[in-house]
């Protein structure tokens, strides 16, 4: 499956974003969905993974009341809908697809077979 991240920009605090990531390939709703993210000199981090149908979601403790995963399965896509930004949001953002039936590990990044290239989030104070 290949995996196009979109919808990054530059923000002030407080405003949102709504990150897409649109998906080609082998069947969409055969993939846990994830979002990840890194920032300048740290290591990628978890933010939110969503389960095939959408049923259940998962959240960083960082992000949790924030931020919203959604999947739209007709659309082959998964979005990150993001309020209340802050400038620690900045960071490059990852949409990464998983095979996996597991529930443990879905909060790290090896989980994940596919990745996509990213998008840049910027949130200035």
């Known amino acids: 499956v290949q995996l196009q991240a979109s919808g990054g920009g530059l923000v002030q605090a407080g405003d949102s974003l709504r990150l897409s990531c649109a998906a080609s390939?082998?069947?969409?709703?055969?993939?846990?969905m994830g979002w990840f993210r890194q920032a300048p000199g740290k290591e990628r981090e978890f933010v939110s993974a969503i389960t095939r149908g959408g049923a259940s979601t998962y959240y960083a403790d960082s992000v949790l009341g924030r931020f919203t995963i959604s999947r739209d399965n007709a659309k082959n896509t998964v979005y990150l809908q993001m309020n209340s930004l802050k400038p620690d949001d900045t960071a490059v953002y990852y949409c990464?697809?998983?095979?996996?039936?597991?529930?443990?590990?879905?909060?790290?990044?090896?989980?994940?077979?596919?990745w996509g290239q990213g998008t840049q989030v910027t949130v200035s104070s």
């Open positions: 990464a697809a998983a095979t996996s039936y597991s529930y443990s590990g879905i909060h790290y990044s090896d989980y994940y077979d596919y």
């Open positions: 390939g082998r069947t969409f709703s055969s993939y846990r």
